[in-house]
């Protein structure tokens, strides 16, 4: 009986832990070729659902791996002038693998707001999940990763920051423009 008793009370303490909690756990690093710094979320879903990929630079000949991998929407936050982003031929290899594909491109040296919201927009349609993001080294995606954590799913700042450290190559930087950019919107 008492063993029962704690229990319960176990279960409901973890059901009513807070939001806050970093899933980093969920995230595992994998070696994809063709994919520059691949991680994978695998976690209860979030704004974006579940699975969620993260990546770096992509090539385009990954398009059918993510497709078999039940990737639905390929978000890339890349510009199009960026070295190496060939985004209509990303383009045409998403499409033919079956992927949506939506180009948003996120410029970390000048943030467009819009953008960050166009993202969450984008993420959080069900109709886009699962979702695959990517951008040159994940770091990018990590920035706005940790927007969604905190601003849509009511994570603190440290919890989404832990998270994006996990996922992006130059960690500093995303932490740095996302807690700028929380702080901004009263969070």
Request: glycine letters at 8%; proline letters at 7%; a negative charge.
């Amino acid at each position: 009986m008492k063993f029962q008793v704690l229990a319960v009370l176990a279960a409901i303490t973890l059901a009513s832990a807070p939001a806050s909690a970093p899933a980093t756990s969920a995230i595992e690093k994998v070696d994809v070729p063709g994919v520059k710094n691949f991680s994978r979320f695998d976690g209860p879903p979030g704004f974006a659902g579940s699975p969620v990929g993260f990546g770096g630079a992509t090539q385009p000949t990954v398009m059918p791996w993510l497709r078999s991998e039940g990737f639905a929407t390929v978000i890339n936050l890349r510009l199009a002038t960026e070295e190496g982003a060939d985004v209509d031929s990303s383009r045409a290899a998403a499409q033919a693998a079956g992927l949506n594909y939506i180009h948003l491109p996120f410029d970390a040296k000048n943030p467009d707001p819009d953008v960050v919201e166009d993202f969450l927009t984008a993420a959080s349609d069900k109709a886009n999940q699962p979702v695959y993001i990517y951008c040159n080294s994940a770091t990018r995606v990590a920035t706005l990763w940790m927007i969604g954590r905190v601003l849509k799913e009511g994570w603190d700042i440290d919890a989404g920051a832990e998270e994006a450290e996990v996922i992006a190559l130059k960690p500093s930087e995303a932490v740095a423009f996302a807690t700028m950019y929380i702080t901004s919107r009263g969070k």
